[in-house]
């Protein structure tokens, strides 16, 4: 990756290190001050999200993190392709960070360790999921100027509150001190997070661009927060129908080998269990009020047997 900018002027590039990107350089008008005001609702959306606000708790269960890590390795993919194919479209190639920023590669090796060798068999994209990466390849293949939105959402994230969520995830979850699982948190090419998100915000304001089209890139970055809420909340529903199994019954939820999708309970809460599964069928007959009253009743005077047993 060049680690310059061109002029305005078109002359001679000018090389730019960290210490020379100052904050009070911006003007209200740079594509970097009007993503960070134009998003500020939908990063606060996203930030009290219950997904998200559970997971700064510590309350995140290996299942639900690895499904995650999931979404992430087919949202990475695909914006990285598109990254790829865009490199030397001057929209956007002085945003192309491989080196510094790709996550693919990491999210493969978090994959690895909770799935095993065979992770690429054992896991499939969400629909909600599916939905944020159709966004993205539209964008890559139709308007690769809006790429500028979908990165900057992702990876200044990662950089800032990302850097937190790893230190919760390897806590909670008690993850190696080697870091193992949290590959994704990690840029070992990114000596100073704070200084190179000075350089990326600079590359964008260098970017020429007109202000319809950094208002598309703004709105694209609010879509780029919709579709990780989406996510969120999808995730959300998992992680509730998780924690219901074990207070209905402490039925473990999955032995973490693989795939999530063969346990009864997960397929039922998602409409995927066979008819035929005798799980499915004793959990379902006892949800029906009629049979939990008939159960309630039977406990009554069983205890009233003991009870009367006893005296």
Known sequence: MPS????????????LHYEEIEDGAVSPMDLSELLKEGT???HDRAENTQFVKDFLKGRIKKEL????TVALYFTYSALEEEMDHNKDNPVFAPLYFP???????????????FYGEEWKEKIQCSEATQQYVDRIHHVGQ???ELLVAHAYTRYMGDLSGGQVLKKVAQRALKLPSTEEGIKFYVFDNVSNAQQFKQLYRARM??????KNTKERIVEEANKAFR???????ELDKIGRSLAEEAQDGGFPVHDGKGDIRKCPYYADKLGTASPGCPFHAALGLARQPLVQLLLAACMAVAAGAAAWYIL
């Open 65 to 68: 993190f690895k499904l995650a």
């Open 40 to 42: 500020k609702e939908s």
């Open 99 to 113: 080196v510094e920023l790709h996550r693919r590669e990491a999210l493969a090796k978090d994959l690895k360790y």
């Open 142 to 144: 139709h308007e690769p």
């Open 4 to 15: 310059a900018l061109e002029s305005p002027e078109g002359g001679e590039e000018d090389v």
């Open 205 to 210: 304001n260098a970017l020429d661009l007109d």
């Open 227 to 233: 579709f990780n809420m989406q996510v969120f909340d």
